[in-house]
């Protein structure tokens, strides 16, 4: 069997990882919520006319919030396959799991206010 190229491999993992932010888009309601929400937030950051040092921060604060909660996904979907059935420890890793979605979400949130409550 031919070994795959860096290149090939890079290219490989780019289409998996497109697939998969395809499927959290297409399936999962809590990332199609952060979806809207980040789209909410681009429009709104042309419409005030945010800075480029506001449009990292706003982006970043997107890409942690929409990142976070693909791998609460995923540890749901592993804790789920693992053990089916309600378990206490199963349920303790989904709730530290959407604790970290929660942490931040309220990061995200807290700069949206510093950037846009001093437009008003």
């Not at 420890?89 to 700069?111: S, W």
């Amino acid at each position: 069997m031919k070994k795959k190229s860096f290149l090939v491999k890079r290219l490989l993992g780019f289409k998996y990882a497109t697939k998969g932010a395809w499927m959290l888009l297409k399936n999962e309601a809590s990332i199609q919520v952060q979806a809207a929400i980040a789209i909410l937030m681009t429009v709104a950051g042309f419409y005030f006319n945010i800075s480029t040092s506001e449009w990292i921060f706003q982006t970043l604060a997107i890409g942690l919030v929409m990142s976070i909660e693909g791998l609460n996904t995923a540890a749901e979907e592993i804790a789920n396959f693992v053990h089916p059935d309600f378990h206490n420890k199963i349920g303790y890793i989904k709730d530290v799991a959407a604790g970290a979605v929660f942490f931040a979400a309220i990061a995200a949130v807290i700069v949206g206010c510093l950037i846009y409550i001093p437009k008003f």
